[in-house]
């Protein structure tokens, strides 16, 4: 016997929780962090980084893809943070 299904009257989930007004002005700032971190990492030489370095900028790589696939999914806070994460990796990194 299969489990019986939510009833029939239940509401859908909300899709996105959306805590600000301008989502256009954050997403904006997000993809700006983005290309910011894209730039930064697209100067450095990966075969001159040391290992560690070359984690570190893998890491970062992946950051700016999960911070894309947020913002696809509409989930804001989560590609700010993984935004910033990226973009502090690749600052590092230049230095």
Not at 2 to 27: I, R
Not at 35 to 63: C, H, M, P, T
Request: hydrophobic share 45%; aromatic share 4%.
């Amino acid at each position: 016997m299969l489990p019986a299904g939510p009833p029939a009257d239940a509401a859908p989930p909300p899709k996105t929780l959306q805590t600000t007004a301008n989502v256009e002005a954050v997403e904006r700032k997000i993809r700006q962090t983005l290309a910011d971190a894209s730039r930064s990492l697209g100067r450095i030489d990966y075969r001159g980084l040391s290992v560690e370095g070359k984690a570190q900028y893998d890491i970062a790589k992946r950051f700016v893809e999960q911070a894309e696939e947020a913002l696809v999914a509409k989930n804001l806070l989560f590609a700010s943070q993984l935004a910033d994460k990226a973009s502090a990796l690749a600052t590092l990194l230049t230095r």
